[in-house]
Every structure is written in C-alpha cells, then in structure tokens.
Nanobody
Framework: QVQLVESGGGLVQAGGSLTLSCAAS????????MDWYRQAPGKQRNMVASITSDGTTNYVDSVKGRFTISRDNTKNTLYLQMNSLIPEDTAVYYC??????????WGQGSQVTVSS
C-alpha cells in the first residue's frame, strides 16, 4: 500500500505560479514512475507530467516550458512547479504512484484555479 497526500493548490491570477506537493508514505520503496494528472470540470483525467525513479521526465505539450516535475526521494515527495499559469490550467490535480506490478495509487486531488 502507498498513501499519497497532496498540498499546495489554490487560486492564482493568470501569469502567476503555484507549486503542488505530494508526500508519499507506506511501501514507498516499491514506487517506480510518479505522475501528475489533472481533470477539468466535465472532462476526463489526463496526464500532465511524469518522472521515473531515475529522474527522466515527460510532459504534455500544453505545459512544456511552464511546468516542472521533480521528486525528492530523501523526502519521499513529488512536486509540480507551475509557472505562467493560464485559465486553461484550471483543474483538480492528482498525483499518482506506479508500482512495478502495475498497481497505481492516487492522491486525494488538489484544486488549482487560475483567474483571468
């Protein structure tokens, strides 16, 4: 079992910045890739960024150059630094942890609202 607790969401004006955190506990030694997903109202949940255990990152095109995913394995924490936010970034953001056996765990979600 892996538990994920997110923090850092909120309301920000367009052009502003926010940092999301996701603290992992439990069987953390088994975690492989970690991801950030987001889900806007009425839309499906889509991946925003991912990072492997060795630090290789991947981003969806719409956030490249604006968002940075990172993980601190000493603190068992995943981060998403979001800069130059636009209203289209408004969504509930979820972190996820993937285990080698295919299990995926989710955080509780963190609301990010960008006003124009």
């Amino acid at each position: 079992q892996v538990q994920l607790v997110e923090s850092g969401g909120g309301l920000v004006q367009a052009g502003g910045s926010l940092t999301l955190s996701c603290a992992a506990s439990g069987s953390i030694f088994r975690i492989d890739t970690m991801d950030w997903y987001r889900q806007a109202p009425g839309k499906q949940r889509n991946m925003v960024a991912s990072i492997t255990s060795d630090g290789t990152t991947n981003y969806v095109d719409s956030v490249k150059g604006r968002f940075t995913i990172s993980r601190d394995n000493t603190k068992n924490t995943l981060y998403l630094q979001m800069n130059s936010l636009i209203p289209e970034d408004t969504a509930v953001y979820y972190c996820s942890a993937n285990l080698p056996d295919g299990m995926r765990y989710w955080g509780q979600g963190s609301q990010v609202t960008v006003s124009s």
